[in-house]
């Protein structure tokens, strides 16, 4: 049981968060590029990997559980990042619907420029945690 619920913690981190942090630091670049169709696939793909990467969550609490190592130091702190991480995936999600939502209309008073900052500055912290969460699960079981 516990080998097939580390599989599903795996995978759903390789399919979900791997391409979940690609799709939010290909966003800043189709925001320059002022592409609202790249731009709102990109921002569908992000909502859709955003609720798949919450598969790693539950597999991974259900491990802890089984493991019994729920109330160790670095399953919190990975638990609590992951959380930061997903209020930040909503952050995100919300400034690339507010940059379709400027490119869908004919206005050029705003360009979005706010919006790429914003998502490149939290998609680079949202990777950078994703990493912190990876330390954490591999380092302090030695």
């Known amino acids: 049981m ?3 619920l580390l599989w599903l913690h795996i995978a759903f981190a390789i399919f979900a968060i791997g391409p979940l942090t690609a799709v ?5 670049r189709a925001i320059r590029a002022k592409n609202a169709a790249v731009l709102q696939t990109l921002q569908r793909m992000t909502r859709i990997y955003g609720f798949g990467s919450l598969g790693v969550l539950v597999f991974g609490i259900w491990l802890a559980l089984s493991l019994g190592v729920i109330g160790e130091w670095y399953m919190t702190a990975s638990m609590t990042l992951f959380l930061v ?4 995936l909503f952050l995100v999600e919300r400034d690339l619907r507010a940059a379709v939502r400027v490119f869908s209309t004919q206005t050029t ?8 900052g914003r998502i490149a500055a939290l998609g680079g912290l949202t990777g ?3 990493l912190v969460i990876l330390f954490l699960m591999v380092v302090p079981g030695d």
């Open 2 to 4: 516990n080998s097939t």
């Open 24 to 28: 939010i630091m290909a966003s800043p």
């Open 85 to 88: 991480s997903l209020v930040l």
């Open 109 to 116: 008073d705003d360009d979005a420029k706010v919006e790429s």
């Open 128 to 130: 950078l945690i994703y």
